[in-house]
């Protein structure tokens, strides 16, 4: 497979998935879930929003990257630089949801530590593909 098909398959995946968790978070909301909505659970529930919002959002990240490597003659990206793009958009908002699922006193739970990583993984991979981007286009 090559690359754009697989940051396309991965962003509609993932775009799939962080939109169903939106639904399943307004479902909890909606029934008035004690669990999700009690006033010492707002730290879950911001891990849980951010998750779900940063997991859109990077979804469709993916599916401009693999856009963008079918248009742009020249535009490519190597496998380190997609891989991070690739792994970024999924540990960052893992990262917000695990540490929403076990929260300790008003605290998100140690999960949140994925989240520097994928942040991390995405400027790197992010910054390469932007430098890419404007070789290709001076080039072309």
Do not use: Q
């Amino acid at each position: 497979m090559n690359t754009s098909d697989r940051h396309l398959r991965h962003g509609w995946w993932a775009l799939f998935s962080f939109l169903t968790l939106g639904v399943v978070l307004e479902t909890l909301h909606g029934f008035k879930i004690g669990w999700y909505l009690d006033a010492d659970a707002d730290i879950r529930r911001l891990m849980f929003t951010l998750a779900h919002a940063h997991g859109t959002l990077l979804a469709l990240v993916n599916i401009a990257a693999g856009v963008t490597l079918r248009v742009v003659d020249g535009f490519d990206l190597d496998k380190n630089v997609s891989r991070a793009i690739l792994w970024g958009s999924l540990v960052l908002p893992i990262g917000f949801f695990l540490g929403g699922v076990v929260i300790h006193e008003g605290d998100p739970g140690l999960g949140v530590l994925l989240v520097p990583v994928g942040a991390f993984m995405l400027l790197y991979g992010t910054a390469c593909a932007a430098r890419n981007l404007s070789h290709a286009l001076k080039s072309a």
